[in-house]
């Protein structure tokens, strides 16, 4: 495997599920990151790790709940999600949070029912 | 907050066009980077170009090229003789506090 993988790459839950979302990079970065990309808008930053340490925490509601075991895995656990969470969520790395280029993965579109 | 903006949605060019998308960002940084990243269909978003806010040097790779000018705030990205294979949504993105801040995007649509 190269780059940044993502699973699964879609997903259909209820709204009284939980399920998680795994990013896996291969590239050496200690810097992992989540977006959410909805229909029409821009990214928005979900959240930052750096070192495995939570540094960016942009007011994302509590049902979402990132996990960095490791440098190279990050998670996104999802429950009792809203439809209007459904979009896709991407995830990236790169070699520092500080104006390095991001790799990002292929994404998983979500979608709430 | 110190937006970047991408004013053009969409574009639709017929294929060997030169399209240009536009880029203008704020900032009161003195140190910043410049980013502009390709998504095509499939979803994923790749990378394209790094430019450091000292470098205006102009920057070309094979059809592709861009425009630095700090005194307008702008970093303009040009597809020479464009391809279907172009077709994509285009991002422009500035760093920020170790964060990047993306425009929403331009559509580009290249037809045969």
């Known amino acids: 495997e190269t780059g940044v993988t993502q699973t699964p790459r879609h997903l259909v839950m209820g709204m009284t599920n939980k399920k998680s979302l795994k990013c896996e990079q291969h590239l050496g970065h200690n810097a992992m990151y989540w977006y959410k990309q909805s229909a029409k808008k821009p990214l928005e930053l979900m959240f930052v790790y750096s070192l495995e340490e939570r540094v960016e925490n942009n007011s994302v509601p509590s049902r979402f709940s990132p996990e960095c075991p490791n440098s190279s895995h990050l998670f996104l656990h999802l429950h009792t999600l809203q439809p209007e969470d459904s979009a896709l969520y991407l995830c990236a790395s790169s070699s520092g949070t500080s104006s390095y280029e991001q790799y990002f993965g292929p994404g998983t579109r979500l979608t709430v029912t | 907050a110190q937006k970047v903006t991408q004013a053009q949605t969409e574009i639709s060019v017929v294929e060997k066009e030169d399209v240009t998308l536009d880029c203008v960002y704020e900032t009161r940084d003195t140190t910043y980077y410049l980013f502009w990243y390709k998504q095509p269909p499939s979803g994923e978003l790749v990378f394209l170009i790094r430019r450091n806010s000292f470098d205006e040097q102009n920057e070309i790779s094979g059809r592709y090229s861009w425009n630095f000018q700090k005194s307008t705030s702008s970093f303009n990205f040009t597809i020479t003789a464009s391809q279907v294979v172009d077709s994509a949504v285009y991002f422009c993105?500035?760093?920020?506090?170790?964060?990047?801040?993306f425009g929403q995007g331009t559509e580009l649509s290249v037809k045969p």
């Open positions: 993105a500035r760093s920020q506090g170790g964060k990047l801040i």
